[in-house]
């Protein structure tokens, strides 16, 4: 049996995941019923494992240069909050955003999403 995950450890494990582009190990960090919302707005930008692998398919397809970095993490109880800079997405220029997520029994089951106003 493996060893217990902290929160933190599966969240950088889905980042790793992330920054490969492997659609299969990302999906397989969240759980069935994984809800992805934006802040303020609250809208629902993804909710269950087939939207997940669906959106996040079409993204890395699309954006074959994507990466995220973290700038900060904390890490409090069930919750790892990231400060991740983004980049080549979309012919877009580099941004930041702020995730927050929530981990329950070492699958990640919410996400949340804040990104800055642009200046």
């Known amino acids: 049996m493996s060893e217990k995950k902290t929160p933190e450890q599966v969240v950088q494990l889905q980042l790793d995941y992330y920054n490969k582009q492997d659609v299969a190990g990302f999906v397989s ?22 939207e997940l ?21 904390i890490a409090f109880g069930s919750f790892v909050i990231d400060l991740e800079e ?14 927050i997520y929530e ?7 919410k996400v949340t999403f804040l990104e800055k106003e642009q200046e």
């Open 29 to 50: 960090t969240y759980t069935s019923d994984i809800e992805i919302t934006e802040h303020p707005s609250g809208n629902v930008l993804v909710r269950g494992e087939d």
């Open 103 to 109: 981990v329950k029994d070492q699958l990640i089951k």
């Open 86 to 99: 983004v980049s080549g997405r979309d012919n877009r220029e580099p941004f930041q955003a702020v995730a």
């Open 53 to 73: 692998r669906e959106r996040y398919a079409k993204m890395f397809a699309a954006n074959p240069n994507n990466r995220a970095a973290i700038q900060n993490r």
